[in-house]
């Protein structure tokens, strides 16, 4: 039995609104003892309902946009030598 709670768009497909702890860390892929570090530290907000905790849809894009501004731009620079996408390019144009 599924217990996430959905809801429907006006085109009619299916949303997931709300996300069990399990679905959630599957959808981030982290283990459920890091989305608990996560959650305990104010940067995934969730809720209860009984004893049950949920994650909103909303909290899980929250999340990603504030990891991804934190982060900012990628890290690794088109002409850095040496990188692995640089060898994977190199690899995909010597092998026929």
């Known amino acids: 039995m599924k217990s996430s709670y ?14 069990t702890i399990k679905e959630a ?4 892929k982290f283990s459920t003892p890091k989305l608990y570090e996560e959650i305990n530290s104010g ?3 969730s809720y209860r309902v009984g004893r049950r905790r949920y994650i909103s849809e ?7 946009e504030d990891r991804e501004r934190e982060q900012g731009p990628s890290t690794l620079p088109m ?11 190199k690899t995909l144009v010597t092998v026929r």
């Open 6 to 19: 959905h809801a429907l768009r006006a085109d009619g497909a299916k949303i997931c609104a709300a996300n």
């Open 25 to 28: 860390a599957s959808a981030l």
């Open 43 to 45: 940067r995934i907000e």
């Open 58 to 64: 909303r909290a899980l894009s929250k999340y990603i």
């Open 79 to 89: 002409n850095q030598p040496n990188s692995n996408r640089d060898r994977a390019a």
